[in-house]
């Protein structure tokens, strides 16, 4: 059933909602111009996976001799980070980067006219 | 549809949860566990958890025994700009990388409100909040940052804070709420000072056992630990050895996933090693001893290890009268961290320490790696006597709750 769940404006670039609609918990994200919507609810032991650090991929550089180089983000992929174990999840797959089998349930989401719709 | 239709269906929650959170809303997904897998029909023990002593350290300070060490402990901590909760401890550098640059905020503080009443300690609503979304029964709680106190450069020192940690968690926390237990920190650098500890405490309500902190240099096997051991055997009381992180293994390491994931485990490695090849159990065949926070994985390589290396060598181990994977069969370990990822290892893991009678649920709560009663539950391969065992009933049982 699809279900009005926030106005546009409520989710605004690099931002987050997270609601209960009937029965579960959505985190709903817009990166990038577009919205994503996944459970509340981490594969790993049910943390509130939503309601996590959002924070870009870390990666590990390396010097040409392949010597360690430090770290930086990558702020082409943000995370969502589970609060309760630090699991990771890319917010565009919603796949872990360790282990793509982990990954978070993802809803249907859509907007027309201002306002966002959840296939729940 | 149009903007005019817009009709939120939905009820919004804290989109981030921080340090400020209330532990209520941090852990309402396990509360949905309780539910989920029945557990208000189970007897729940969390034999491992904790709260921060160094909120209260002020406190703490004022119980230490040698009132010139207090003195120094109290000066320290109102003239030095940042050593306010910290004088005399030995709070290692690396304990702070531990929420993963924030990740994992519960880890770093829980910072939330709490109503006081009648000058009751914060602690106290912290613990209840956890145990009441997780939905345990009883729960031993641990200190912190003294877990590491075994690396003290001062022995003396190390013994004064133990000793005013354990008259002052006994008389603020323990002796104000029944559900709350405790295995208290022995000063394992005199064993003098660890039978005073154990008449002392020993029967102060809520001291269910006494701990040995598991990051230190000091070897189990001395004959002068003997007595220590005799008079918990005959009091019927347990020994825990609880793990802790090093970043001094080897010298060798450099992030502390890798510190967690090795130090936690070595630590209890030695003294597991130590304790069964130089005959402890069979000296002191009715002394239950806990091995606290090491995880499960460890023990099946632990057991063929040690067998491989006795059935060679058995004459440097004469004391013993069984394989030593038959002493590991039969001492306790908490869950925690119970290494899941692979669930037929685990179940391989869990038919050989015999878990079934052998383990003990840990949820070590609040730090980043807890686990919540729902992870014993939701294993597909226990029988349900199994998991009430190991949920709480096992618990039952070693600390006679």
Redesign the interface.
Known sequence: MT?????SDDIPDGG???????GT???LFRVAGALYAYE??CPH????VC?????PRVEECLNSDMGAAGFRFDPADPRI?C????Y?FSLMTGRHPGNAAICLRSFAVSE????V?VRV | ???F?????????????TIHTDTRE?L???R??IDRYNLRDYFIVDVDSHHVELDSWDEILSYIEDPVLRRSGQTMAEIWPNAKRLALSNHPPGLTFQD?G?????QAQLAEGVDSVEGEHRDLTLVRRAMESMGIALQIVFPQPMLEIGLHPNPDVENQLIMAYNRWFTERILAREPRIKSMLALPFNSPDACLRTIREFGEKPGVVGFLVTSQRQAPLFLNAYMPVYRELEERGLPLGFHAGPDYSVGKQMNRFVSVHSLSFVTCNMVHLTNWIMNGLPERFPRLKVIWIESGLAWLPFMMQRLDHEYLMRQSEAPLLKRLPSEYIRGMYYTSQPMEATNLKLLETTMDAINAETQVLYASDWPH?????P??IAGLPFLSEQAKRNILGENARRVFRL
């Open positions: 279900r009005s769940v926030a106005r987050r909602i997270v609601l209960d609609v009937a918990t959505i985190g509340n609810t032991q049910g943390g509130p309601q996590g650090l959002l924070i980070v609060p309760w174990h630090g990771e027309e006219e201002g306002v719709y | 549809m149009s903007e239709e817009f009709n939120p269906s939905g009820h919004l929650r804290e989109p981030h949860i941090i309402a997904n396990a949905r566990d993963v924030g990740r994992i905020p519960h980043w790696d807890f686990d919540v729902g992870k």
